[in-house]
C-alpha cells in the first residue's frame, strides 16, 4: 500500500478538507494513474452530505477523472506508461453476470463497484474517489481518451457526457430526429452538444428564458420555454425523443404530451420520487418514460471516441482543491457553467 494526498469529508455536516488515504500496490491486471483533472458532480455533494442515506465516512469523492499512466501490471497490453485515460462512475463489476457480459456493467446484478464509498475488494473497507494525486485501478475500467481533446474539459464526460450519450444511443436517436433537452445544467448541455453532432434537430427546453442564448451557442436549434402554455401546445406531439435532465422531482405530464405517438422520455436526473403522471397522456399515444444511467465501459469508450471525432468536451469552470467547498455550494445553486473541474496539481501545494 501507499499513501496519498486527497481531499475528503469525515461526516455529513464536515467541510471537505486535507487528508492522506491509502491506495493499493498495482497487481498484474492494473493500472496506475496520476490524476491531472477531477470533476466534480452533484452525486459528489449528494455522497458527501450523505442525501441517499448510504454514506461512508471518510467520503472522498470524484468519478470523473483524467490522467496519465504512472505503471501497468504484468497483464496489461493496451494501455502503457504515459497514456492520457479516464477513469468513471466505476471500477470493477463482477464480469461473470447476464449485465457484465452483455456489456452495460453498471447493472451488474452483483452489483458494480463504484469509483467511490463502494465496498473495496482489495483493501477491505470502501472505496475513495478522484479527488486525490493517484488511484490504481483494474485494466478493464480504464478508458483511452483521445489526445486531440482538450483533457481538462474531457473530465466530465466520464459521467455527465455518458449520463447524456448512452439513452440517445440506446433509444436510437438519429439526423433529422426531433429531441428535446429537458434542463440546461451540466447534463443537458452535454444532450444538446450530443444530439447537435448526431444530426438531430435539437429544441432545449428550460423555463429559463435567460439560458436561450447560451443553448444555441451550444447546439441547439431552438428553445421552447416550457413555462409558456401556448407555445407547448403548438410543440404537442411532435417530438421524437426527450431527454429530461431535471435533477428534482416535477411535473412531467407536460413534458409527455410533447411526445410523439411510440416516442420516449427518458429521465437521467431525478433519483428520488416523482410527482404522479396522468396515466391517459402515456396511454393515449403509447408513450414511454424510461430511465437511465451512465452506460458500460464499452459503450463510455464509443462516447469518448465519438467526442474525439467531433471535438465535444465539456463547458468547464476550473478551481484548485482547496475551492472545492465552494465549489459544492455554487452546484448547488446552479452557479456554475456548467461542470466544475479540479486542477489536481493543487491538491500539491
Same mark, same amino acid.
Given at each position: 500500500?501507499?499513501?496519498?494526498?486527497?481531499?475528503?469529508?469525515?461526516?455529513? %455536516?464536515?467541510?471537505?478538507?486535507?487528508?492522506?488515504?491509502?491506495?493499493?500496490?498495482?497487481? $498484474? %491486471?492494473?493500472?496506475?494513474?496520476?490524476?491531472?483533472?477531477?470533476?466534480?458532480?452533484?452525486?459528489?455533494?449528494?455522497?458527501?452530505?450523505?442525501?441517499?442515506?448510504? #454514506?461512508?465516512?471518510?467520503?472522498?469523492?470524484?468519478?470523473?477523472?483524467?490522467?496519465?499512466?504512472?505503471?501497468?501490471?504484468?497483464?496489461?497490453?493496451?494501455?502503457?506508461?504515459?497514456?492520457?485515460?479516464?477513469?468513471?462512475?466505476?471500477?470493477? #463489476?463482477?464480469?461473470?453476470?447476464?449485465?457484465? @457480459?452483455? =456489456? *452495460?456493467?453498471?447493472?451488474?446484478?452483483?452489483?458494480?463497484?463504484?469509483?467511490?464509498?463502494?465496498?473495496?475488494?482489495?483493501?477491505?473497507?470502501?472505496?475513495?474517489?478522484?479527488?486525490?494525486?493517484?488511484?490504481?485501478?483494474? @485494466?478493464?475500467?480504464?478508458?483511452?481518451?483521445?489526445?486531440?481533446?482538450? /483533457?481538462? $474539459?474531457?473530465?466530465?464526460?466520464?459521467?455527465?457526457?455518458?449520463?447524456?450519450?448512452? *439513452?440517445?444511443?440506446?433509444?436510437?436517436?438519429?439526423?433529422? %430526429?426531433?429531441?428535446?433537452?429537458?434542463?440546461?445544467?451540466?447534463?443537458?448541455?452535454?444532450?444538446?452538444?450530443? $444530439?447537435?453532432?448526431?444530426?438531430?434537430?435539437?429544441?432545449?427546453?428550460?423555463?429559463? *428564458?435567460?439560458?436561450?442564448?447560451?443553448?444555441?451557442?451550444?447546439? /441547439?436549434?431552438?428553445?421552447?420555454?416550457?413555462?409558456?402554455?401556448? =407555445? !407547448?401546445?403548438?410543440?404537442? &406531439?411532435?417530438?421524437?425523443?426527450?431527454?429530461?435532465?431535471?435533477?428534482?422531482?416535477?411535473? !412531467?405530464?407536460?413534458?409527455?404530451?410533447?411526445?410523439?405517438?411510440? /416516442?420516449?422520455?427518458?429521465?437521467?436526473?431525478?433519483?428520488?420520487?416523482?410527482?404522479?403522471?396522468?396515466?391517459? &397522456?402515456?396511454?393515449?399515444?403509447?408513450?414511454?418514460? $424510461?430511465?437511465?444511467?451512465?452506460?458500460?465501459?464499452?459503450?463510455?469508450?464509443?462516447?469518448?471516441?465519438?467526442? &474525439?471525432?467531433?471535438?465535444?468536451?465539456?463547458?468547464?469552470?476550473?478551481?484548485?482543491?482547496?475551492?472545492?467547498?465552494?465549489?459544492?455550494?455554487?452546484?448547488?445553486?446552479?452557479?456554475?457553467?456548467?461542470?466544475?473541474?479540479?486542477?489536481?496539481?493543487?491538491?500539491?501545494?
Amino acid at each position: 500500500m501507499s499513501k496519498v494526498k486527497a481531499y475528503g469529508a469525515q461526516a455529513s %455536516d464536515a467541510k471537505l478538507e486535507a487528508l492522506d488515504i491509502e491506495r493499493r500496490e498495482i497487481t $498484474a %491486471d492494473d493500472v496506475k494513474i496520476e490524476i491531472d483533472y477531477c470533476g466534480v458532480c452533484h452525486s459528489d455533494i449528494h455522497q458527501v452530505r450523505n442525501d441517499w442515506k448510504n #454514506s461512508k465516512y471518510p467520503v472522498v469523492p470524484g468519478h470523473e477523472i483524467i490522467g496519465r499512466v504512472t505503471q501497468v501490471g504484468k497483464n496489461v497490453s493496451n494501455f502503457k506508461e504515459g497514456d492520457l485515460v479516464g477513469v468513471g462512475c466505476m471500477v470493477d #463489476s463482477c464480469q461473470e453476470c447476464d449485465s457484465c @457480459k452483455e =456489456d *452495460p456493467e453498471q447493472f451488474c446484478e452483483n452489483g458494480a463497484t463504484l469509483t467511490y464509498n463502494s465496498k473495496d475488494e482489495h483493501l477491505g473497507g470502501h472505496t475513495f474517489g478522484g479527488y486525490a494525486e493517484q488511484i490504481v485501478v483494474d @485494466k478493464e475500467f480504464v478508458l483511452k481518451v483521445p489526445e486531440n481533446i482538450d /483533457a481538462k $474539459a474531457a473530465a466530465p464526460l466520464l459521467c455527465a457526457g455518458i449520463t447524456t450519450y448512452s *439513452p440517445l444511443r440506446h433509444w436510437n436517436v438519429k439526423k433529422g %430526429d426531433k429531441v428535446g433537452v429537458i434542463g440546461l445544467g451540466g447534463l443537458g448541455h452535454m444532450g444538446v452538444k450530443f $444530439a447537435h453532432a448526431i444530426g438531430a434537430h435539437v429544441v432545449m427546453i428550460t423555463t429559463s *428564458p435567460s439560458k436561450s442564448e447560451d443553448a444555441k451557442k451550444l447546439g /441547439a436549434d431552438e428553445v421552447l420555454i416550457s413555462k409558456n402554455e401556448e =407555445d !407547448m401546445k403548438k410543440q404537442a &406531439g411532435t417530438f421524437d425523443f426527450l431527454l429530461n435532465t431535471v435533477p428534482v422531482g416535477h411535473d !412531467m405530464n407536460p413534458y409527455v404530451a410533447l411526445l410523439k405517438r411510440d /416516442a420516449t422520455m427518458v429521465l437521467v436526473g431525478a433519483i428520488e420520487p416523482l410527482d404522479p403522471v396522468h396515466g391517459g &397522456g402515456l396511454i393515449g399515444g403509447r408513450k414511454r418514460i $424510461a430511465g437511465s444511467v451512465i452506460g458500460g465501459i464499452k459503450e463510455t469508450q464509443e462516447m469518448l471516441d465519438f467526442c &474525439g471525432e467531433h471535438n465535444i468536451v465539456s463547458d468547464i469552470e476550473m478551481i484548485d482543491m482547496q475551492n472545492i467547498n465552494e465549489a459544492f455550494d455554487r452546484v448547488v445553486k446552479s452557479d456554475v457553467k456548467y461542470r466544475f473541474v479540479i486542477d489536481m496539481k493543487s491538491l500539491k501545494n
